[in-house]
């Protein structure tokens, strides 16, 4: 891959794993998963979680639309 990939992996995957996180701990908080005893029914981690995964969505987002242009010098 060239640096010009990355520029748009590296948001998409991140912005992905920040989405099930915040699915993880917004389904913990409401008490969907359990085995936790700590974490279960915790109202905190449903917005928390809310939030982590809309920022994921929003990094996805970002790696998908934008323009990453490589710049070239002019000849010397």
Do not use: H
């Not at 449903?46 to 995964?53: D, R, S």
């Amino acid at each position: 891959m060239t640096e010009l990939d990355m520029r748009k992996v590296i948001p998409i995957v991140a912005g992905i794993i920040l989405v099930l996180l915040g699915i993880g701990w917004a389904s913990q908080g409401a008490g969907m998963m359990g085995g936790s005893g700590l974490m279960d029914n915790n109202s905190a981690l449903i917005y928390l979680g809310g939030a982590v995964a809309v920022l994921g969505a929003a990094l996805v987002v970002f790696g998908v639309i934008s323009k990453t242009t490589v710049k070239t010098l002019p000849p010397a």
